[in-house]
């Protein structure tokens, strides 16, 4: 059951990365593609497929993948359907990081500026979450994840407050609504590793989050360790997601619902759940690049993260409304 | 893939050598000193901003050319002889442009008469256009000595505007009413939005606002009853002409020193 | 000689001292009862003894070897654990549950390995569970989530068992039931150590009886020898009749 959903998954993917490749403001036919990907000559078509569509459509994939991974391993680690990134002050981190180096100027002088300071603060704030709860239980985690994420969002707009000038409030705010548009390969280079880096910290968490479904105490007498486990999840999601944030602004509610997506269909096993929910973010994210970009009409462009949240939130109120109904 | 980009690069350049035919602009506030600056037929396109008439002063020549959203994808399709940015321009497609190698010319969006200078020189440079160029700054020039000679206005006034674009020490707004002999006599009070105390503190005698198409906050606060103590003593000016930083900013003082002329109670 | 040992134990939660000089001996084969007034540290002497605990003095030994030398893993695959109201916060089959108990012998990824699928079998028929097998183990009633829990603890045939509460909130024919499946255990030769609250049962079925009071051990040792009138009375404040039956001891708290 779980082998076949994730072949399925796989292979939707696929199909959206190759569906994808044909849309934009060019609109190219398979022909061209296939010649634009085998042919040794620079033509417009391979420019558009090489250098823009796939780096973009690439880290469309990583960033959804480590978004939808990272919801599930926290959802499993907390015990808490509606833990997320965002909930342990990870996504604020990393915003907040991209917020200094646009304020400071630092992203004005080099392009990548703006993924490390996001990378570093995703770190700051997962480290700052874990010596903040150090000693307490999941309960303590959530609360200081809480803590740091108000605090950093805070930080945040007193930046948009303050901003030196119109240029860095509009940098700022496009930011914070999330975009893939015109990434290159250079950010693919930046984020790549260290998405795949956090990818493996997060996996390895798959057999003590199904013992975790027992509780703390049963988990440790199962021979799971629960600090370790829970520095490998929250270390791996500032990594990955830190590095995804970086190159991609803040996108919402990926890793709330790619697992919830998945969880019915592999009988609700947290293990289970990490592969298929990764895979399903990746499909979500890819299709709401391309939705992005064919949608983008006469007016400007909507934000990547805010065409999720819109076109999300009322599939998942349906989701929980549906669940709701089940359970009564 | 990295030789195919150089492939390309060979390609671009050569088309790049000689002045370039054709511009495409990826800023509003570039597109409005490429369109000042060269004749529609050679602009690609401009970015679909323009085509606002309420920021944009070029608004009919932006509705000749075709337009465009920044983003890359656009760029290698319409394959310009030049890319004309500002730092508005998304820092990931430059950077990706960048890479391509693609022809680009960015200047810094001016904030002040100089940089207005500055930027429309460096464009004008850059589209082969410096005799327009050139033209263009003399009659900013002109009409600034124009208001010069006339004995300085003086009038003390608050100026606020919309979008974030206050009238802050600094900023374009500040610069176009120093331009038009007013005082401005509370620069900090157009940070984070317009401040009714600090209308009140300031006591100008004219109160200054910036036209927006769409209703805003500020819009809100104009009808707070202590700001309609300044009713009859307001002046508005339509954003447009501060929105962007050109040789226009001349014309615009001229038409602001005549509302302010006509405002000022007697 | 596979014996636990507790040899001046004292823990220390948060900054409360819990436990202080803690001497007790646990058999093979042996039923052994913790009982004593709430609050009373009973559960943390079940966590100190399962090694889930560090005390901050004496030491705690299993066939000799400290615990903490046994290791981690190594003592999950001989020692099982079930705290209180132990529940699951997923809907997992009970299947799923079960298996969950062999997670010390399971290799990092992958599912069960076909190996250790008949001890998953044996233990849900054990426990009366193969019917209910792919019933999402939320939505069984409390007595079958017991019979859940406890077929978990024992799938991977630990040689201690130590169950905090095994009878909590079940009505007395699932109590009972739980006490006969825990008495079956330890004649099966697996050292069990539980904390019960109904003295009465508790009696019933143990072999050996420990009672704390505040922190320390007041008096153990097995049930014929250590349990009369007096040593309940000192143990929980209150007037006791003790009767002796067919059943075994019988008692009533009065007053």
């Given amino acids: 059951m779980s082998r076949a959903l994730v072949s399925s998954l796989a292979a939707g993917l696929v199909v959206a990365i190759a569906g994808s490749l044909f849309a934009g403001v060019v609109w190219l036919s398979p022909a061209t593609i296939a010649g634009a990907l085998s042919s040794t000559h620079t033509t417009l078509a391979s420019l558009i497929v090489v250098d823009v569509r796939l780096p973009r459509i690439l880290l469309a994939a990583l960033v959804g993948g480590i978004l939808g991974l990272a919801g599930a391993v926290l959802q499993g680690l907390l015990r808490n359907p509606l833990a997320e990134p965002g909930l342990l002050g990870i996504t604020a981190g990393a915003s907040l990081g991209a917020v200094v180096a646009i304020y400071y100027g630092a992203a004005a002088a080099f392009a990548l500026a703006t993924p490390l300071f996001a990378l570093t603060g995703a770190l700051a704030a997962a480290a700052a979450a874990l010596v903040l709860a150090r000693g307490g239980g999941t309960l303590a985690l959530i609360l200081a994840g809480a803590a740091i994420s108000s605090l950093a969002y805070a930080a945040v707009y007193l930046a948009l407050d303050l901003a030196p000038s119109p240029y860095a409030t509009y940098e700022i705010l496009t930011w914070l609504m999330g975009s893939l548009a015109d990434r290159s390969w250079h950010h693919v280079a930046l984020a790549g590793p260290f998405i795949l880096a956090g990818a493996a910290l997060l996996l390895l968490t798959g057999r003590s989050l199904d013992a975790l479904a027992l509780g703390e105490r049963a988990a440790a007498s199962l021979g799971i360790d629960v600090a370790r486990v829970r520095l490998l999840a929250l270390f791996g999601t500032a990594l990955g997601v830190g590095a995804a944030t970086a190159v991609a602004g803040s996108v919402g509610f990926v890793g709330l619902i790619a697992p919830h997506l998945v969880r019915p269909l592999v009988g609700h096993r947290p293990s289970a759940v990490l592969v298929p929910a990764a895979l399903t973010g990746a499909i979500i994210v890819v299709l709401a690049d391309l939705a992005t970009r064919v949608l983008r009409g006469s007016a400007q462009g909507i934000g990547l993260g805010v065409f999720i949240s819109l076109v999300g939130a009322p599939f998942f109120l349906w989701l929980v409304l549906r669940t709701a109904r089940r359970t009564e | 893939m990295r030789s195919a980009v150089a492939a390309i690069a060979l390609l671009l350049a050569t088309g790049a050598a000689a002045a370039p035919v054709r511009v495409m602009s990826i800023s509003e506030c570039t597109d409005q000193l490429v369109l000042a600056l060269v004749p529609p037929a050679r602009i690609v396109s401009v970015t679909w901003l323009s085509r606002d008439p309420t920021t944009s002063l070029m608004a009919h020549a932006a509705g000749q050319v075709g337009v465009n959203h920044g983003l890359a994808e656009e760029v290698l399709r319409d394959h310009p002889d030049l890319v004309v940015a500002d730092s508005f321009a998304a820092p990931t497609t430059r950077a990706l442009l960048h890479r391509l190698n693609v022809p680009m010319i960015e200047v810094a969006s001016p904030e002040t008469i100089g940089a207005i200078r500055e930027a429309t020189r460096q464009i004008a440079r850059a589209v082969g256009a410096l005799p327009r160029g050139a033209m263009l700054l003399a009659r900013m020039d002109r009409t600034f000595a124009d208001l010069a000679a006339d004995p300085p206005l003086g009038v003390r006034v608050v100026a606020w505007g919309g979008g974030g674009f206050g009238a802050s020490r600094g900023s374009l707004f500040d610069a176009l009413l120093t331009a038009a002999g007013a005082t401005n006599v509370a620069p900090d009070a157009g940070r984070g939005g317009p401040d009714v105390e600090r209308l009140l503190v300031a006591a100008p005698t004219l109160l200054v606002m910036g036209a927006d198409a769409a209703p805003d906050l500020h819009a809100n606060v104009a009808a707070h009853p202590v700001v309609r103590r300044w009713q009859g003593r307001s002046v508005t000016v339509p954003q447009a002409h501060y929105f962007c930083g050109t040789p226009f900013i001349g014309d615009a003082a001229l038409a602001l020193r005549r509302q302010l002329h006509a405002a000022v109670p007697r | ?255």
């Fill in chain 3, 1 to 255: 000689m596979s014996d636990l040992v507790l040899t001046g134990v004292a823990v220390v939660r948060g900054r409360r001292t819990v436990l202080t000089g803690i001497d007790a001996t646990f058999a093979s084969g042996r039923l052994a009862v913790v009982i004593g007034p709430n609050g009373a540290g009973k559960s943390t002497l079940l966590e100190a003894a399962a090694g889930l605990l560090a005390p901050v003095a004496g030491t705690i030994t299993l066939g000799g070897v400290p615990l903490a030398v046994i290791g981690r893993r190594a003592l999950a695959r001989r020692r099982a654990y079930l705290p209180q109201r132990a529940g699951v916060d997923w809907p997992l089959s009970v299947e799923r549950v079960v298996a969950l108990g062999l997670t010390p012998s399971l290799p990092s990824f992958g599912g069960l390995p076909s190996a250790l699928q008949p001890a998953v079998d044996r233990a849900l028929a054990d426990a009366d569970l193969t019917a209910l097998r792919d019933r999402p183990a939320t939505e069984v009633s409390g007595g079958e989530l017991a019979r859940v829990m406890l077929a978990r603890a024992v799938v991977g045939d630990p040689e201690l068992l130590i169950i905090d509460e095994p009878t909590a909130g079940l009505d007395p024919r699932h109590a009972l039931d739980a006490l006969r499946r825990l008495r079956a255990r330890a004649d099966a030769g697996c050292m069990v150590i539980a904390a019960v609250h109904d003295v009465d049962l508790a009696l019933r079925f143990a072999d050996d009886v420990v009672a704390v009071k505040e922190g320390g051990i007041l008096w153990a040792g097995p049930i014929g020898t250590v349990v009369d009138v007096d040593a309940l009375c000192r143990l929980y404040d209150v007037d006791v009749r003790l009767t002796r039956d067919d059943d075994g001891l019988s008692v009533r708290f009065t007053s």
